[in-house]
Structure formats: C-alpha cells, structure tokens
C-alpha cells in the first residue's frame, strides 16, 4: 500500500449512486434460483479537473454509458459471490474509462465501487456489500 496516496490527492469526483437491477447471485443454486436485487454506487475520482468542467463539448464520462455497460455485462448471467461480481465491474469500468478517454486507471484517475444486496434469508439483514477501490494502489 502507498500510504503517500490517499483521497486528498483526488480531489474531483464523478458519482453514479445507486444503479439498481437484478442480476442471478448466490453461493446455493437456491440462492441463484431468483434474481435478487442489487445497489452499485460508482465514484471515478480524478488528480486534475476533468476535461468537461472547462469545455461543454470536451472528454466526458456518460452515466448512461456506465449503467448499460454494468447492466449489458450482468444481463443473462449467473455469479456465486458478491466479492466477484463488483470485480468484474469494476474492471469493464476501467476498461470503458480508458477506452472512451484514454485516461489510463492509475496515478490521476481512481475507481471506488460498492455493491451491496438484501440477501433471501429467513431472519432479518438490511443488505450486506463489498466494496473495493484502487485508491490506495
């Protein structure tokens, strides 16, 4: 862990709270026998000022985009672990991020990502999550 890298450094963020769909998840077939509704909660943290702040025309992230390209990749599939699944958003994230902006995951651009669901059991759990981010990377 580089501890000289922290949130301070990042000082913009663009946000997507709470992208809600369904999507066939569990550890037991049970579990992934109906779909079960899921929260993601997306922050793209930048070093410099985005290019959109200063050009109404310039490079720009489209929440649309990052929604169907979450919802595309989950779309007729079945995943057993949360853990998994926010890693394999979290990597068609980057690779959308550099392929429409150039702008290279790494030493100015960081991604924050939390998925969370109400998991189909008897007793009562408000939703468990797992978070993960390159911020600290």
Not at 61 to 90: G, P, R, S
Not at 99 to 114: F, P
Request: glycine fraction near 4%; aromatic fraction near 12%; charge should be negative.
């Amino acid at each position: 862990m580089n501890s000289s890298m922290n949130i301070t450094n990042f000082p913009y963020c663009i946000s997507l709270n709470k992208l809600e769909f369904p999507v066939l998840l569990g550890a037991t077939a049970s579990e992934q026998a109906q779909p079960q509704h899921v929260s993601l909660y997306i922050k793209i943290f930048f070093a410099q000022i985005p290019d959109g702040t200063n050009d109404d025309k310039g490079n720009y992230l489209c929440y649309d985009e990052l929604a169907k390209i979450v919802l595309n990749y989950v779309n007729n599939q079945t995943f057993h672990l949360i853990e998994y699944l926010t890693m394999q958003i979290y990597n068609k994230i980057r690779e959308h991020i550099n392929q429409k902006t150039g702008i290279e995951i790494g030493s100015q651009t960081k991604i924050w990502l939390k998925l969370s669901k109400t998991p189909p059991v008897s007793y009562k759990i408000e939703s468990t999550s797992f978070e993960y981010t390159d911020l600290y990377i």
